[in-house]
């Protein structure tokens, strides 16, 4: 693992008063103005910039006036459980009589507004369907809908194919024409803004005349919880978003059962960050359409009662513990598969398929793989009817979906459809072409890439000063997010005594250190370590890229290490 300087601009940018610390931080993410850091609702883009989004209301107030049957259409992970939530709520906020939501189980149907599903949708006698997090590449099942006599409006996220759905209007932010600046909503947040929209034309309208004016800011929690599980870059309007969604849960505001989950978690409200939406709330909500079916993960959010909502939470962590066994036992398949190849040998993009793989757990794998071998990694599972379906997790500087792209066009009947983003991706083929497309795939990645863009690259903020190792700074940089993708949080890296160390759980290394010249000793956790080198105590000194974070024990709080890699000095 190589741990290199994160780029600085030539001069740093005016950001107000701040510490030179935090100043330094938030220009090495690109923040160029105090205006940037500015996270009150009123920063946000117009929703007015995104295309399509009159012809939406249109459909939408003509619906609510003529109290049409209306039916929403997710997604089954946690990006289209929050979307599909909060169409629900919303709407029903906004005055709609009848809204009711279907999401495809994922080994039954697959992905999307499918034909199929448009014959399960029409046995609720809907007369508006609308796709969260899905739709912009559902041509057929926009067809078959508008067959079937419905309005279609489409609400989606992700990258179009090269023919767009004839659906009666279409609200995604990277449409060829779409002029929005942010192009990295999630699916939650793009059915947010269709929701800030319609309020704004019934406003017009004189709806609110006699009677209050609904809050959609309600569902702030949703749309945080769903932009960062779903990992989409956290530009400055999607990180007044996640901010606005965290307070609302800081404040002890949130839905029902997005509290039971972290109660569930063992995690406290009041001090939740955007770390704890990604990695404890979220693959909890995940597991409900990894395992099984999304519809409790829905239902656990929809609930106002906070009883039934801890009962589904429960349910919900259950399946997770279940998702964690499987993907390990997956995990230590896919590393005998790959332990007696060279690294020489080793592709540059890896595919890995046993037929004994679960479909809901691969993208998870593909992740972990990719994290181990620091290259482009699809795992494949056995779909039935003689097809695989694989998912995709890329590194830095390659563009996976579009990489797809390539490997279709030059072969046109390796792959039956594709889809996804710069870092995740999903396809089915054939099972006789895997060999032929983990070929084509590993070509088209050393084309693109060379052997050094495939080492592992920690980019570190700097050292901290003895000084610096402080409450007060470790608060600072908790709040001074929210951080996530392509804004990450600050990582320090330096030289340390290792004074203890031990195991604690099965793989996670619990330390403490003295400063580089031994005046401060420190509390530090290194979570998934080597135990073929840990703990070792012939290790005296150790070089950390770490987080600064806070430990809380019986209301105590002291500083802590979160270490992302520790190696003997």
Known sequence: MRIDPRPLPATLPFLGELPPLLTRLYAARGVQSEAELD????RLIPFQQLKGIDAAVDLLVAALEQRQRILIVGDFDADGATASTVGVLGLRLLGAAHVDYLVP?????????TPEIVEVAMTREPQLLITVDNGISSVEGVAAAKRHGLKVLITDHHLPGDELPQADALVNPNQPG????SKALAGVGVIFYVLMALRARLRSLGWYESKPQPNIGELLDLVALGSVADVVPLDANNRILVHQGLERIRAGRARPGIKA?????????????????????????????RLDDMSLGIECLLTHDPALAREMAAQLDGMNQDRKSIEQGMQREALAQLKDLPVESMPFGLCLFDPEWHQGVIG??????KERYFRPTIAFADAGDGLLKGSGRSVQGFHIRDALSVVAAQHPDLIAKYGGHAMAAGLTLPQENFPLFAEAFDAEVRRQLREEDLTGR?????????????LELARALRHAGPWGQHF???????????????????????????TECGSVKLDGIAFGIDRDIWPNPTIKWVELAYKLDLNEFRGNETVQLMIAHIEPR
């Open 39 to 42: 996270k009150s609702l009123a």
């Open 364 to 369: 998870i794998l593909a992740s972990r793989m």
């Open 105 to 113: 189980n994922r080994f039954e149907y697959g992905y999307g507004l």
């Open 261 to 289: 989950i972290l109660e569930v978690a063992k995690r406290e409200a009041s001090r939740i960050t955007s770390t704890d939406l990604g990695f404890i709330v979220g693959p909890r909500l995940n597991a409900a359409g």
């Open 458 to 470: 920690l980019l570190s903020d700097g050292t901290l000063a003895v000084e610096e190792f402080h």
């Open 178 to 181: 779409c002029e929005f600046p």
């Open 488 to 514: 990450p949080e600050p990582l320090f890296h330096g030289v340390f005594q290792l004074v203890e160390q031990r195991v604690v759980g099965e793989r996670h290394l619990k330390v403490v250190l003295k």
